[in-house]
């Protein structure tokens, strides 16, 4: 009972001190977008292994299937396309995505584990069939010397799944816009600063917020008036508010991808969700704005 | 002490050794563990606080110009880990804790469910509360002039009074206002229809957001949390209580162990000491474990003057076995000396318990006869010794025949000496050996 005790008493001393740290002010703390920092800490050895594997084919079903294919690192973290064939929706990207509390369209994943794992185990996607894909990347020897770094050697689904999982959780890039939160006024142009300042007064911000500038809310659009598609077909559902860093990067857009420019997304967006009709000017604006958060990645580091 | 009792207190203290470590362990066997409880009371304290934490940042949105979802999402992700964590803490925990559990994990999946909805709410309706401030300004500039459309502006902002305080739950009353635009000109048409569009869906949005808000502070959840610990202690009580139990219990079988154990171990060490004391003493006979001659001469004298007092006789019974030396001979030593323990053993079988049988020489033995009526009862015994020892031996499948003569003298009437007495029951002995052996002879003056 005495450790019991203790216990509470820590754990009040550990209230107090996070109630005195609310008070704390950081120069970001009055902004609805919280900056992103790249991982601390990272395991050099872990995430290279994990990029590696995250393009390699002989984890799909007929080893024509990886995971960079529908989330191409040098496409922004996406694809490009539409909606690929056999799957129901537009591909997201795959940049700074642990930063997201719901993954997938509909949110049906909890977290990028759920989904990897939901991913890997898809026939229709990669279907892995892991007895195969262990076989073979413990043939291949341009494999053991970094499992034999990452993980002393083993090679299994484990390993494998982990190292994957890794990569994806510490694929972090921050963007221009960051460093404009953390003080650096000339990081961005005055364009994308007016189009910050509208993002903010029409009211984009009230669901595209936080660290990934939206990931962790529902909405459906349509909530001003209902949006039946540029070809009259698109349903509304109530979906995940996608992040909107490398937007620009990842067109079209929409779950189904049937938007195809940034513009007109902008527009619809205006229209729709809050009921406002934007001058182009403001469009500009804002798509420069958007675009000043797009991860700075370096070619080199993706190919 | 006696030949019977030996053994059964022997039998009888080991089955009380066995029965107190059967005990012992069947009790031990029995013990539950206490850490598990204690960890998930740990782990329900940790889930109390990160229930805290989420509801604390539920409130906050509402403190902040810019609410921030990441943070709400957080709390609500780490009161997901936390409650997982505990279900697997104490799943081995019996008892109504587990249907809690279950239920608790129902109620939270419906209060991420109804967070989710109630945050797309709010963020709508925040947003047409500063919507609907713009537009109401900016049309109010435009139409400085025209007094009936400012009648209808006015009533618009004080419809927006009214679902702020409703945001608030102060539910403000309801006026007859300007809901229709008859004299309008088109545009004013539009922005009629405009601020009325999103008044409606201010309207709905703040009675959604305050529906999820009440079902998601769902009392229920906060009444199971509470429930939890209680039941948690109820268990930790219970089972601590089971222990103590278990521990006295324990403590006396522990104790009654250990007597037994000394017990056992003074009783065999008595009987060393008896033993080892009677070896020290030299008074017995190694190989038949009677008492030898020395025991005899110390005994006899004492006895003599028992008899003296009582009045009574005291028979001594000297018997020499015929023809031992020819066993020794035809069979061997080793048959010899198993001859003398059987005989022993029959001697001992047919006399009287106060009397007291002496291995006084190779194939002497002397019975002292004590507390004697009269001359014939001896006579009696000697000859019942006598048919009874004529019986064959088996020793080691060989059979064996010896007959003993046995000569008799009688204290005090022979003689008051035991010397005498010992001599002249020898005497007799001769005899008996001199009248053709296998007989019994009382001594006689001739």
Same mark, same amino acid.
């Given at each position: &009972?005495?450790?019991?005790?203790?216990?509470?008493?820590?754990?009040?001393?550990?209230?107090?001190?996070?109630?005195?740290?609310?008070?704390?002010?950081?120069?970001?703390?009055?902004?609805?977008?919280?900056?992103?920092?790249?991982?601390?800490?990272?395991?050099?050895?872990?995430?290279?292994?994990?990029?590696?594997?995250?393009?390699?084919?002989?984890?799909?079903?007929?080893?024509?299937?990886?995971?960079?294919?529908?989330?191409?690192?040098?496409?922004?973290?996406?694809?490009?396309?539409?909606?690929?064939?056999?799957?129901?929706?537009?591909?997201?990207?795959?940049?700074?995505?642990?930063?997201?509390?719901?993954?997938?369209?509909?949110?049906?994943?909890?977290?990028?584990?759920?989904?990897?794992?939901?991913?890997?185990?898809?026939?229709?996607? &990669?279907?892995?069939?892991?007895?195969?894909?262990?076989?073979?990347?413990?043939?291949?020897?341009?494999?053991?010397?970094?499992?034999?770094?990452?993980?002393?050697?083993?090679?299994?689904?484990?390993?494998?799944?982990?190292?994957?999982?890794?990569?994806?959780?510490?694929?972090?890039?921050?963007?221009?816009?960051?460093?404009?939160?953390?003080?650096?006024?000339?990081?961005?142009?005055?364009?994308?600063?007016?189009?910050?300042?509208?993002?903010?007064?029409?009211?984009?911000?009230?669901?595209?917020?936080?660290?990934?500038?939206?990931?962790?809310?529902?909405?459906?659009?349509?909530?001003?008036?209902?949006? &039946?598609?540029?070809?009259?077909?698109?349903?509304?559902?109530?979906?995940?508010?996608?992040?909107?860093?490398?937007?620009?990067?990842?067109?079209?857009?929409?779950?189904?991808?049937?938007?195809?420019?940034?513009?007109? &997304?902008?527009?619809?967006?205006?229209?729709?969700?809050?009921?406002?009709?934007?001058?182009?000017?403001?469009?500009?604006?804002?798509?420069?704005?958007?675009?000043?958060?797009?991860?700075?990645?370096?070619?080199?580091?993706?190919? | 002490?006696?030949?019977?009792?030996?053994?059964?207190?022997?039998?009888?203290?080991?089955?009380?050794?066995?029965?107190?470590?059967?005990g012992t362990y069947n009790r031990y066997s029995d013990l539950k563990d206490t850490m598990g409880i204690?960890?998930?009371?740990?782990?329900?304290?940790?889930?109390?606080?990160?229930?805290?934490?989420?509801?604390?940042?539920?409130?906050?949105?509402?403190?902040?110009?810019?609410?921030?979802?990441?943070?709400?999402?957080?709390?609500?992700?780490?009161?997901?880990?936390?409650?997982?964590?505990?279900?697997?803490?104490?799943?081995n925990?019996?008892?109504?804790?587990?249907?809690?559990?279950?239920?608790?994990?129902?109620?939270?999946?419906?209060?991420?469910?109804?967070?989710?909805?109630?945050?797309?709410?709010?963020?709508?309706?925040?947003?047409?509360?500063?919507?609907?401030?713009?537009?109401?300004?900016?049309?109010?500039?435009?139409?400085?002039?025209?007094?009936?459309?400012?009648?209808?502006?006015?009533?618009?902002?004080?419809?927006?009074?009214?679902?702020?305080?409703?945001?608030?739950?102060?539910?403000?009353?309801?006026?007859?206002?300007?809901?229709?635009?008859?004299?309008?000109?088109?545009?004013?048409?539009?922005?009629?229809?405009?601020?009325?569009?999103?008044?409606?869906?201010?309207?709905?949005?703040?009675?959604?957001?305050?529906?999820?808000?009440?079902?998601?502070?769902?009392?229920?959840?906060?009444?199971?949390?509470?429930?939890?610990?209680?039941?948690?202690?109820?268990?930790y009580?219970e089972t601590e209580a089971e222990h103590k139990t278990i521990q006295s219990q324990i403590?006396?079988i522990?104790?009654?162990?250990?007597?037994?154990?000394?017990?056992?171990?003074?009783?065999?060490?008595?009987?060393?000491?008896?033993?080892?004391?009677?070896?020290?003493?030299?008074?017995?006979?190694?190989?038949?474990?009677?008492?030898?001659?020395?025991?005899?001469?110390?005994?006899?004298?004492?006895?003599?003057?028992?008899?003296?007092?009582?009045?009574?006789?005291?028979?001594?019974?000297?018997?020499?076995?015929?023809?031992?030396?020819?066993?020794?001979?035809?069979?061997?030593?080793?048959?010899?000396?198993?001859?003398?323990?059987?005989?022993?053993?029959?001697?001992?079988?047919?006399?009287?318990?106060?009397?007291?049988?002496?291995?006084?020489?190779?194939?002497?033995?002397?019975?002292?006869?004590?507390?004697?009526?009269?001359?014939?009862?001896?006579?009696?015994?000697?000859?019942?010794?006598?048919?009874?020892?004529?019986?064959?031996?088996?020793?080691?499948?060989?059979?064996?025949?010896?007959?003993?003569?046995?000569?008799?003298?009688?204290?005090?009437?022979?003689?008051?000496?035991?010397?005498?007495?010992?001599?002249?029951?020898?005497?007799?002995?001769?005899?008996?050996?001199?009248?053709?052996?296998?007989?019994?002879?009382?001594?006689?003056?001739?």
């Amino acid at each position: &009972m005495i450790l019991f005790a203790k216990q509470l008493c820590s754990k009040s001393l550990a209230l107090i001190f996070i109630l005195i740290s609310f008070g704390v002010h950081n120069s970001w703390a009055n902004e609805p977008i919280s900056p992103i920092f790249p991982a601390e800490n990272l395991d050099q050895d872990k995430f290279e292994l994990g990029k590696a594997l995250f393009k390699d084919t002989r984890l799909s079903l007929n080893n024509d299937t990886s995971c960079h294919t529908c989330h191409d690192l040098s496409m922004g973290g996406g694809d490009k396309l539409k909606i690929r064939e056999n799957v129901a929706t537009n591909s997201p990207t795959i940049f700074n995505t642990s930063k997201n509390f719901h993954v997938g369209w509909r949110g049906q994943f909890e977290s990028l584990g759920h989904h990897l794992g939901g991913v890997l185990a898809n026939p229709k996607v &990669m279907g892995t069939n892991w007895p195969r894909a262990v076989t073979s990347l413990k043939a291949d020897t341009s494999f053991t010397p970094k499992f034999r770094k990452a993980y002393q050697g083993e090679i299994s689904q484990e390993t494998i799944f982990d190292a994957i999982l890794y990569f994806e959780t510490n694929l972090i890039v921050p963007s221009k816009f960051d460093e404009y939160l953390l003080g650096n006024e000339q990081a961005i142009s005055q364009t994308a600063k007016y189009g910050y300042e509208k993002f903010k007064d029409y009211g984009c911000i009230s669901c595209h917020q936080g660290a990934n500038v939206g990931g962790n809310l529902f909405q459906s659009l349509g909530v001003v008036a209902p949006y &039946m598609g540029e070809d009259g077909k698109y349903r509304a559902k109530k979906l995940r508010v996608p992040s909107l860093r490398n937007v620009a990067l990842t067109a079209p857009y929409l779950h189904d991808g049937s938007v195809d420019s940034l513009e007109s &997304m902008i527009r619809i967006m205006a229209q729709y969700q809050l009921g406002q009709t934007l001058t182009n000017t403001e469009i500009r604006q804002i798509k420069a704005f958007l675009e000043s958060l797009n991860s700075q990645i370096e070619p080199a580091a993706y190919e | 002490m006696n030949k019977i009792k030996l053994p059964l207190i022997f039998v009888l203290l080991s089955l009380a050794i066995m029965l107190a470590i059967y005990g012992t362990y069947n009790r031990y066997s029995d013990l539950k563990d206490t850490m598990g409880i204690q960890n998930s009371i740990f782990q329900v304290v940790e889930l109390r606080s990160a229930d805290a934490k989420w509801n604390f940042e539920l409130n906050r949105i509402h403190s902040n110009n810019f609410p921030h979802y990441d943070l709400v999402n957080q709390a609500a992700k780490n009161y997901q880990t936390e409650l997982q964590l505990f279900l697997q803490m104490s799943s081995n925990i019996q008892g109504p804790l587990q249907n809690i559990g279950v239920e608790l994990n129902r109620l939270s999946k419906d209060k991420q469910r109804l967070m989710n909805d109630y945050l797309s709410d709010i963020a709508i309706t925040r947003n047409s509360f500063k919507f609907l401030d713009t537009l109401l300004f900016s049309l109010h500039e435009t139409y400085q002039d025209d007094d009936e459309f400012l009648k209808f502006l006015a009533y618009a902002q004080y419809q927006v009074s009214i679902y702020v305080a409703l945001n608030q739950n102060i539910q403000l009353k309801q006026h007859k206002g300007y809901d229709s635009c008859d004299q309008c000109d088109m545009d004013q048409k539009k922005a009629f229809n405009k601020v009325n569009l999103h008044l409606g869906l201010l309207k709905d949005k703040i009675l959604l957001s305050n529906q999820a808000k009440d079902d998601f502070y769902n009392p229920e959840h906060t009444l199971l949390l509470t429930l939890l610990l209680d039941e948690l202690s109820m268990a930790y009580i219970e089972t601590e209580a089971e222990h103590k139990t278990i521990q006295s219990q324990i403590l006396i079988i522990t104790t009654i162990l250990v007597i037994t154990v000394l017990a056992l171990l003074g009783f065999l060490y008595w009987i060393y000491r008896t033993i080892e004391g009677h070896r020290r003493a030299g008074i017995t006979d190694p190989l038949t474990g009677l008492y030898n001659r020395k025991k005899l001469f110390e005994n006899l004298q004492p006895l003599m003057d028992l008899h003296h007092k009582s009045g009574k006789n005291l028979a001594l019974l000297f018997i020499d076995l015929d023809g031992f030396k020819q066993i020794n001979d035809t069979h061997g030593h080793d048959i010899g000396d198993k001859l003398l323990q059987r005989i022993s053993a029959r001697f001992n079988q047919h006399v009287r318990k106060q009397d007291c049988i002496y291995r006084i020489g190779g194939d002497e033995f002397v019975i002292l006869i004590k507390e004697l009526e009269a001359l014939d009862i001896a006579e009696a015994i000697a000859k019942e010794i006598l048919t009874k020892c004529s019986r064959s031996f088996k020793l080691d499948d060989k059979l064996c025949d010896i007959t003993l003569s046995i000569g008799i003298s009688l204290f005090p009437d022979h003689t008051q000496t035991p010397k005498q007495l010992i001599r002249y029951a020898d005497e007799a002995m001769y005899q008996a050996k001199s009248h053709g052996k296998n007989q019994v002879k009382t001594w006689s003056e001739s």
